[in-house]
């Protein structure tokens, strides 16, 4: 009987997606539970498994489509038989009638020793089907862009699963080993290799955007025409905070497991603050303000696809140690794609720190429908007067973007300098 493969509900939020990759051609046998087809939805992307045994009779909806939450994308065909290979299938009808007499008075050992070989094929298609389901769709994209063979590949995920960790380090085991081995026609290749534009070389790429970026570019511009944006600075002298870090990291790193970074620091702080101004930690319906007693805190990550904001939940219960351990946790699952819809659904408030990646000074965008997010940026020795003497510290410019709508500038002002004062004196973080 045949069964339709449709477009699952992921979560309230989500309604339509794009299908990323077939993993089953038309006419590939199938078992429940394969992993059929990849789709792309604009938080994450998932696998759809088979809803039962059989063929996959046929494909509706082809790579690259839109297709909404409930639509049919596929069909599998209970009752059909997968496809024979090429040429096979007519070699019945096609033989002669003398071949087939002399194949049927051959020796024995030549029928026999077809089996075996017969024998593989199913092994090698199931070898196959698990390689695929065995490895999240970042491990697989890795591993062909960079010509890995994920069978000899080790997973270190849940049950063996192998991630794109595992193949950047085998392709990075195997660079080091080659790198190694003396190469004379190296040698005598240019240190610097010309790549410079071929003349009258003018070429374009069209490339379409990923689900995941049309959708972020969508809610920017939704966010700048439907808030009252505005942006507050300030900057903090790192100076205990980058202290206390150096006295502890080493115990912190034995005792936890993780390393003491900056965000804990400010995720403490922006809580703190948030209590004393919680206007900051509302959101606009309607003619209300919904102000809400509970802290969960987004920390923005970059990924491939583009920003995503996996939330701390209750945030203001966790300690240093959580706080890293769940971040860092965060960042990998961005990396390899596996970051789940729980891990991304509300937040009340946002950090971003474009710091990573150099930035001197920013004005971070709303997260609707969060009214506040605080921007960090990188931290660069700068002079400052200390007590009427100039000094060299560690400086580091905040920003705070929010909704002048419900929050007025006085309080957006007077958050970030507690978040200053927090942060530049860390043990008064113990009082909070």
Not at 208 to 218: D, H, L, N, V, Y
Not at 337 to 359: C, E, R, Y
């Amino acid at each position: 009987m045949p069964a339709n493969v449709v477009v699952p509900e992921v979560g309230e939020s989500i309604v339509d997606a794009r299908v990323a990759k077939w993993l089953k051609k038309v006419g590939d046998a199938v078992n429940v539970g394969d992993a059929l087809v990849e789709l792309e939805t604009d938080k994450i992307d998932l696998e759809v498994a088979a809803p039962q045994g059989g063929v996959l009779a046929s494909i509706v909806h082809a790579d690259g489509a839109d297709v909404k939450v409930g639509d049919v994308i596929g069909v599998i065909d209970e009752a059909a038989s997968a496809k024979a290979p090429a040429g096979q299938a007519d070699a019945p009808t096609s033989a002669k009638p003398g071949a087939a007499a002399a194949a049927k008075a051959g020796p024995p050992a030549a029928t026999e020793s077809a089996k075996p070989e017969q024998a593989k094929a199913p092994e090698a298609a199931k070898a196959k089907t698990d390689d695929k389901t065995r490895a999240t769709p970042a491990a697989r994209n890795a591993a062909q862009q960079n010509e890995v063979d994920l069978t000899q590949v080790r997973g270190s995920g849940d049950a063996g699963r192998v991630m794109k960790r595992d193949v950047e380090a085998l392709r990075s085991a195997a660079a080091d080993k080659a790198a190694a081995k003396p190469n004379a026609a190296r040698a005598e290749t240019p240190m610097r290799e010309d790549r410079r534009r071929p003349e009258g070389d003018r070429t374009e790429e069209r490339v379409r955007m990923s689900k995941r970026r049309a959708t972020i570019a969508r809610r920017l511009v939704e966010a700048q025409s439907t808030a009252a944006m505005l942006t507050t600075f300030n900057e903090v002298d790192m100076s205990g905070v980058m202290a206390i870090r150096e006295r502890h990291k080493l115990t912190f790193k034995e005792r936890f497991g993780v390393g003491l970074g900056l965000t804990s620091f400010f995720v403490k702080a922006a809580v703190a603050a948030l209590r004393e101004f919680p206007r900051i930690n509302a959101e606009i319906q309607g003619d209300e303000m919904v102000l809400k007693h509970y802290f969960d805190v987004g920390v923005a990550v970059g990924a491939k696809e583009g920003l995503v904001v996996p939330v701390l939940r209750d945030a203001d219960r966790m300690s240093f140690a959580q706080i890293e351990r769940k971040v860092r946790e965060f960042a990998s699952a961005a990396d390899e794609g596996t970051l789940s819809l729980a891990d991304l659904k509300g937040g009340t408030f946002t950090i971003t720190n474009g710091g990573v990646f150099g930035s001197l000074m920013s004005t971070p965008i709303l997260n609707p429908p969060q009214v506040g997010i605080l921007g960090l940026h990188t931290i660069k020795d700068r002079p400052v007067a200390i007590d009427k003497q100039v000094a060299i510290r560690p400086m580091m410019y905040i920003a705070l973007t929010y909704d002048h709508r419900i929050v007025d500038g006085s309080e957006a002002v007077q958050f970030l300098v507690r978040v200053k004062q927090l942060v530049e004196d860390p043990g008064a973080l113990l009082l909070e």
